[in-house]
Structure formats: C-alpha cells, structure tokens
C-alpha cells in the first residue's frame, strides 16, 4: 500500500474518532437541547450522505 493510502486511512480513523469523542462531550453535558441539536445534525448529515452516494454511484 502506499503512504498516502496509510495516511489516508489513518486521517479517516482520527475523524471518526473526533466524532465519537464529540458525541460523549456533547452526551456528558446533560444539556437535553444540545443533545436533541446534535443528534438532528447527525441525522441530517447521514442522509445528505446517503443521497450524495447515490447520486455518485449513478454517474458511474
């Protein structure tokens, strides 16, 4: 494999974990309305996401 595609990979695994670190702080502040907030963006994100894909697995 070559060093971009380690870096990369290593890149996709450091912001999945800001991701998942993001998500405890945001769940350890007990705050019900940036929980309620966060969760929405999260939403709204994986389905932006999954429309973008199909859009691209079509142009293919």
Do not use: F, H
């Not at 070559?2 to 800001?18: D, H, N, P, V």
């Not at 998942?20 to 007990?30: Q, R, S, W």
């Not at 940036?34 to 999954?50: P, Y």
């Amino acid at each position: 494999m070559k060093l971009s595609g380690k870096l990369y990979k290593a890149a996709r695994k450091i912001g999945k974990a800001a991701v998942v670190a993001n998500d405890i702080e945001t769940l350890l502040t007990l705050n019900p309305k940036k929980i309620a907030k966060r969760a929405a963006r999260k939403a709204t994100w994986k389905t932006s996401n999954k429309v973008t894909r199909k859009v691209t697995d079509r142009m293919k």
